[in-house]
């Protein structure tokens, strides 16, 4: 088992910040709150380090602590009250979209990634551990403690959901023209 000093820790913070920080973004879906996270994880694999028994690599070790910390933030009061503002904030700052045919392009791209982000939590994740960070489902199962047939199930489910989702809105934009 290795310790980890302050030089050590400056390259592991450096070589897995950015994946830490993406990972956490998608959990939870706010920049400032997933650099937060990102930070916490890393103060406390600084100090219990040595429960790290090296039984899988590092970066799995740490996105597991970071999963762990997004499920955390977000069943936590502080995260129902940044939802609540937010979307508070959108509605009084909302502006008319614009009919210029490259904004439209851009949001037809955002589309299937904000319906992603529209899946409760537990389909959210396997859609993005599967096709964003490319695990296979052993490892998505490895990663949050559950099976590979809860994981293929919940999978399946999400792709369902999605594909409702996608049709829906492409109903919903032939309904105005």
């Known amino acids: 088992m290795e310790q980890y000093d302050a030089q050590n820790m400056k390259e592991i913070m450096h070589t897995y910040g950015d994946y830490m920080l993406r990972l956490s973004y ?11 996270i990102v930070q916490d994880v890393f103060i406390k694999f600084f100090e219990t380090q040595h429960q790290f028994e ?4 590092l970066k799995t070790y740490l996105a597991k602590i970071t999963i762990n910390r997004c499920h955390d933030y977000l069943r936590s009061w502080k995260s129902r009250r940044q939802l609540i503002s937010n979307y508070l904030l959108k509605q009084i700052h909302a502006e008319k979209p614009s009919i210029d045919s490259e904004m439209l392009q851009r949001l037809e791209k955002l589309d299937i990634a904000k319906n992603v982000l529209q899946l ?6 396997v859609i993005i551990l599967f096709y964003y960070e490319e695990l296979t489902t052993a490892a998505i199962g490895e990663l949050l403690n559950l099976s590979e047939n809860t994981i293929k199930t919940r999978l399946r489910r999400a792709r369902e ?3 409702l989702r ?3 809105a492409e ?3 032939l309904r105005h023209e």
């Open 120 to 125: 409760s939590v537990k389909y959210r994740e």
């Open 171 to 173: 109903w919903e934009v």
């Open 54 to 57: 090296e039984r899988a690599t």
């Open 166 to 168: 996608l049709v829906e």
């Open 26 to 36: 998608l959990y939870v879906k706010d920049w400032v709150t997933a650099e937060d």
């Open 161 to 163: 959901m999605l594909k």
